[in-house]
């Protein structure tokens, strides 16, 4: 078509009567006039709305996805290291709700005693022959070596390297602990001794052995050790629970008497501990031994009657021809 003024003038009433009819049809609202003409219009065109529209909106959803997948892709990592450091923190609640638990008791079980601590936590365990841990604290906080370690359970070992922020730890159960040891009740003493490698090397449950000095001494199973102390109180203050007696092995020499020991402490899962910077002014004795738990109560026999041995019951004449003649003899 030529650009001819013939056509610009057709061209602008065009535009003239589009802009009246859409002013007409937008003021008349739903008594619109023309809305005859709008539904004409609707069906004409609608199919082709639609035809269009299935045809641009997977390729502009492609588009919105394309330009917008960094963003989720942000947006879904930010969220994973959200829900990572939550989970941390809920982890690290946990742990520190249990260890000032552990801490309280240790407290209360050195206050029984009147030992001066200084509470560490366990860091790393030794790889080695000896049974060993490492603590987080060390000369810096006035640890030294042969100071007694415990834990709210009871004894754990002693101190025998340090460093200026950390310490090890000979645990009671290694080879070549021996611990001068005392019974409760009778008083008897003698010497604990570790077996190696938290008595988990042999499959045993009783890591710790006691010889008593005085192989005739009264010994029972259920017995509970403590320490007995050492010269000038280390490495060892007197009075630390130690274990419980678990089985006793019948004397050959007749010198000693040996018992076999469960550790109050368990050796494998050691947290919270406390090195004893100071030993009690006196010995506590038997003081620091957990109270002992209620024997179980012992069901009583109940006797089951039987027919035969009730007070009711007649006994049973058994049938035998009569000795007595009857009436036709």
């Known amino acids: 078509m030529k650009d001819t003024r013939r056509t610009r003038v057709v061209l602008g009433?065009?535009?003239?009567?589009?802009?009246?009819?859409?002013?007409?049809?937008?003021?008349?609202?739903?008594?619109?006039?023309?809305?005859?003409?709008?539904?004409v219009g609707a069906a004409v065109f609608g199919p082709v709305e639609r035809a269009s529209a299935s045809v641009v909106r997977p390729v502009g959803n492609s588009f919105d996805?394309?330009?917008?997948a960094p963003g989720e892709?942000?947006?879904?990592?930010?969220?994973?290291?959200?829900?990572?450091r939550l989970?941390?923190?809920?982890?690290?609640?946990?742990?520190?709700?249990?260890?000032?638990?552990?801490?309280?008791?240790l407290l209360g079980t050195a206050g029984m005693g009147g030992y001066k601590i200084h509470a560490a936590q366990v860091i790393s365990a030794g790889q080695g022959?000896?049974?060993?841990?490492?603590?987080?604290?060390?000369?810096?906080?006035?640890?030294?070596?042969?100071?007694?370690?415990?834990?709210?359970?009871?004894?754990v070992g002693r101190v025998t390297r340090v460093g200026p922020a950390t310490?090890?730890?000979?645990?009671?159960?290694?080879?070549?602990?021996?611990?001068?040891?005392?019974?409760?009740?009778?008083?008897?003493?003698?010497?604990?001794?570790?077996?190696?490698?938290?008595?988990?090397?042999?499959?045993?449950?009783?890591p710790l052995r006691f010889q008593l000095l005085d192989a005739a001494a009264p010994i029972k199973v259920?017995?509970?050790?403590?320490?007995?102390?050492?010269?000038?109180?280390?490495?060892y203050v007197p009075g630390v629970p130690i274990g419980v007696v678990e089985r006793i092995e019948r004397s050959t020499s007749g010198l000693t008497r040996t018992a076999y020991i469960r550790p109050f402490v368990r050796f494998t899962s050691l947290d919270v501990v406390a090195v004893v910077v100071a030993p009690p002014r006196a010995d506590p004795r038997d003081a620091v031994l957990p109270p002992?738990?209620?024997?179980?109560p012992t069901p009583t026999p109940t006797a089951t009657p039987s027919a035969s041995k009730s007070p009711t019951a007649k006994p049973r004449r058994s049938k035998s021809p009569s000795t007595n003649p009857t009436r036709g003899e």
Not at 87 to 105: K, M, P, V, W
Not at 292 to 296: F, T, V
Request: charged residues 25%; without cysteine.
């Open 129 to 155: 022959f000896e049974d060993t841990v490492t603590i987080d604290v060390g000369s810096r906080s006035g640890i030294k070596p042969d100071m007694t370690v415990m834990s709210a359970d009871g004894l």
């Open 87 to 105: 989970r941390e923190q809920l982890r690290s609640s946990r742990l520190d709700q249990d260890r000032s638990a552990q801490l309280r008791r």
């Open 73 to 84: 892709r942000r947006r879904a990592d930010r969220l994973v290291r959200q829900n990572q």
């Open 13 to 39: 009433a065009l535009l003239v009567v589009a802009l009246a009819m859409i002013t007409i049809d937008y003021r008349g609202g739903g008594d619109s006039p023309l809305r005859g003409l709008r539904g």
């Open 65 to 68: 996805a394309i330009t917008d």
């Open 292 to 296: 002992k738990p209620p024997p179980p």
């Open 167 to 206: 310490a090890t730890v000979l645990l009671a159960t290694d080879q070549t602990s021996s611990i001068g040891s005392r019974l409760e009740q009778s008083k008897e003493i003698g010497i604990t001794q570790g077996r190696g490698r938290r008595g988990l090397g042999r499959g045993s449950a009783t």
């Open 222 to 235: 259920g017995q509970r050790i403590v320490t007995l102390g050492s010269q000038g109180q280390r490495p």
